[in-house]
Nanobody, 122 residues
Framework: QVQLVESGGGLVQAGGSLRLSCVAS????????MGWYRQAPGKQRELVAT???????NYADSVKGRFIISRDNTKNTVYLQMNGLKPEDTAVYYC????????????????WGQGSQVTVSA
């Protein structure tokens, strides 16, 4: 019912920048929170940043001051601007949204993107 398509991953040298985008489409009535998570090889998926419908943001300590999350509600899109990238930022990045497909709160669900590889070389 709801599809998320990510773009913008790739290979970058340490200190460089990348911008991830995630567009949501389908039967969307409203979107609540939006966020980015990442999973490095051999590690659990971890929160990177979230942004609430009102714009309040939350960041993992490891990315504070370097990453910026934003959203465009007119385009059902969430972005992650990553600056000052470090080799330890290498991971598959997933976008996530909480969205309702109807008026009822019972239609609220979590949806995930397909993942984008970000590789930072030393």
């Amino acid at each position: 019912q709801v599809q998320l398509v990510e773009s913008g991953g790739g290979l970058v040298q340490a200190g460089g920048s990348l911008r991830l985008s995630c567009v949501a489409s389908g039967r969307i009535y409203s979107i609540d929170n939006m966020g980015w998570y990442r999973q490095a090889p051999g590690k659990q998926r971890e929160l990177v940043a979230t942004i609430a419908s009102g714009g309040r943001t939350n960041y993992a300590d490891s990315v504070k001051g370097r990453f910026i999350i934003s959203r465009d509600n007119t385009k059902n899109t969430v972005y992650l601007q990553m600056n000052g990238l470090k080799p330890e930022d290498t991971a598959v990045y997933y976008c996530q949204i909480g969205a309702a497909t109807g008026r009822s709160i019972m239609t609220l669900g979590d949806y995930w993107g397909q993942g984008s590889q970000v590789t930072v070389s030393a």
